[in-house]
């Protein structure tokens, strides 16, 4: 299924050093017909890192998008009353939020967004990126893996050797994973090389 015409929520959460691959593949979905409302958690808000400075992001992604974000819990709200998407998108997912989702934790604006979205029963698409995907978060992915309408951008170990419970999504796979998701399909296989190592 196209994503002509359809209204994604995009919800960036504070895994900062893949932001710089997050960002063409939204302007990737724009292109694709799709209308992005960006919702960003309180740590992207905030935080300025080594990678880049919190309100460059945030004007980046009012630039590719053409609307404001939502920034408040009480702004993500009205998206389940108000029926308001079509697909919702966490990416990147970090571990902290994948934990806070997969145990009813609601307390940043796109974990609102979410919550609020998942009870219209419509598709939500998370693009882990988290340093203990294989450890203490693997029961959280597991969770949210058997979570009906929840569906995973495929994902893999980034760095085997130095970070072995490091997960990473392949972003690159996340449209085609929204048009698998609209048709209540998940995009396989869901574990994959992230990289390739000698």
């Not at 590719?64 to 990147?92: C, Q, R, W």
């Not at 992915?141 to 130095?162: E, H, M, R």
Request: aromatic share 6%; with cysteine.
């Amino acid at each position: 299924m196209k994503l002509t015409d359809k209204t994604i929520g995009f919800g960036l959460t504070g895994s900062h050093c893949t932001f710089a691959e997050v960002m063409p593949v939204i302007q990737g979905l724009v292109d694709a017909g799709a209308n992005i409302v960006p919702i960003v958690s309180y740590n992207v808000q905030n935080t300025d890192t080594r990678f880049g400075n919190a309100d460059d992001w945030q004007n980046q992604l009012k630039q590719i998008t053409g609307n404001s974000l939502i920034t408040s819990i009480v702004d993500a709200e009205p998206i389940g009353p108000k029926n308001l998407l079509d697909l919702m998108v966490i990416a990147p997912a970090t571990g902290n939020s994948i934990s806070k989702l997969a145990n009813a934790i609601t307390d940043t604006p796109v974990l609102m967004a979410a919550k609020a979205h998942l009870r219209n029963l419509k598709p939500v698409i998370i693009a882990v990126s988290t340093n203990d995907g294989l450890g203490l978060n693997s029961v959280n992915i597991a969770k949210l893996l058997s979570t009906k309408n929840i569906y995973f951008v495929p994902f893999g170990q980034d760095a085997p050797v130095k970070k072995p419970n490091s997960l990473v999504a392949r972003i690159e796979l996340l449209q085609e994973t929204c048009e698998m998701a609209l048709e209540n399909k998940q995009l396989q296989p869901v574990i994959i090389e992230k990289y390739k190592y000698n």
